[in-house]
Structure formats: C-alpha cells, structure tokens
C-alpha cells in the first residue's frame, strides 16, 4: 500500500456525462500528480499541483480540470466524456527533496466510457 | 521540449538471462532518475533509482547505470525470473520540477 487513495476504483458512464475522480496523497506529500494510462499505452501526464497550486500541465484536454484543495486532496473532473476517454487514471504524490523526488501511485480509478 | 526515450519497446528474455533497458533524456539539469516496475493492472512501483552525483547502483538482481555526459542511464536486471514479466517506466526528474517519464518497456521473461 502506497498510502496514496483513489476513489471510486471503477467507474462506468456513458458518452456526453461528466465525472470527478478523487485521490488522497501520503500523508505530508505536498504534491499531487494525475496520469492517464490508456489500455497498453504509456503515462501520459495530464497535470501538476503543488499545495494547492497548479505547477505543471501536460496533455490535458480542455474538457478535463482538476484541483487541489486546502486539504491536500486533489480531483480531477472530466466533462462531455468521450469514449476515447475509457483509461485508467492513476494520481500520485510526491516527496519533492532537492535530489529526490519518488512518485508514489494511487491504485488508479478506471473509468469506462460506453 | 524536454523528454526522456525508452528502449526497447518490448523484449523477451529466457529465464535466467540479463535484460537492459536503456533510458536518454534531454534535460541536463536532470538529477534524480527513478525506475518504475508495473505489472498488469496495477499501480506503479518503485524498484531502483539514482541521482545524479551516483554512476552506479545496484540492489540484488537490479542495478542502474548512469551516463552524465552521454545523458544516457540504463536498468539491468540479471538472472531474470518470471515475476520479473511487468512494463518498466524510466523518468528523469529535476529536484522539484519536471517529472517525465518514457514510453515504457514490456518485459516478458520465458520459462
């Protein structure tokens, strides 16, 4: 266990919906990383907060957003699902020392678009 | 744009063999290069990594390499075993900033 928590673990929806994924990071982790990884693809980086502020932004569509709260917690809301969308998404935290920086990952939220 | 290649994109090894994985990335400012072990279904994981004052690190059957001027570093995995089957992420990171991780690499070791 990570210490990292995702909720829900599965989601099915249908096109044209919106959903919110949650994620907890480790206790004391100031950031929040989400990924999305599409079935034998890669991590594809969506975006970056850093106690609450928005760091870094990969390939994050315009439909997508996310936030982090005072709390730390993060979420990431997809609108006007498409079905292309249909990927697990993981969240991670992060340590962020000068020198190191290990990611650790939710479980992941898998989300089915029909 | 920075960005961190992975090669291969899949290998196959016998049980028992070594297995390399080799990571370049762009960013010279890159200090701290972690490697992910994923297995089917689940989350990442880390299994090795090094920063940037190291050469080499070794962890059992796992070691890391790394190649400052050349901006190369390498995952070596010896006497392979059957759980060692997973997808292996390189990432280059700087400090704080700037997590990017390769393509990947499906490893799958034959029995």
């Known amino acids: 266990d990570s210490g990292v928590t995702q909720t829900p673990k599965h989601l099915i929806t249908a096109t044209g919906q919106r959903v919110t994924l949650r994620c907890s990071p480790r206790?004391?982790?100031?950031?929040v990383y989400w990924y999305q990884q599409s079935l034998d693809q890669g991590l594809q980086f969506l975006i970056q907060y850093y106690n609450g502020e928005e760091r870094a932004k990969g390939n994050i569509l315009e439909r997508f957003s996310a936030q982090q709260f005072p709390d730390l917690h993060s979420e990431l809301n997809l609108s006007s699902l498409e079905l292309g969308d249909s990927a697990l998404y993981f969240c991670a935290s992060s340590v962020e020392l000068a020198d190191y920086n290990e990611q650790f990952f939710g479980p992941g939220t898998r989300l089915t678009v029909l | 744009g920075e960005n961190v290649e992975q090669h291969p994109s899949t290998l196959s090894v016998q049980e028992g063999d070594s297995a390399v994985i080799k990571c370049t990335y762009s960013?010279?400012?890159?200090?701290?290069f972690p490697w992910y072990k994923q297995e089917l279904g689940k989350r990442p994981q880390l299994i090795i990594d090094?920063?940037?004052?190291?050469g080499e690190k070794k962890d059992q059957r796992i070691a890391v390499t790394l190649n400052k001027t050349a901006k190369h570093f390498s995952l070596h995995i010896t006497e392979t075993q059957p759980e060692d089957s997973a997808v292996y992420f390189c990432?280059?990171?700087?400090?704080?900033?700037?997590?990017?991780f390769g393509t990947g690499t499906r490893l799958k070791v034959l029995a």
């Open positions: 960013d010279s400012a890159s200090n701290y």
């Open positions: 206790s004391g982790d100031l950031s």
């Open positions: 990432a280059a990171s700087q400090g704080t900033y700037k997590y990017i």
């Open positions: 090094i920063r940037s004052n190291v």
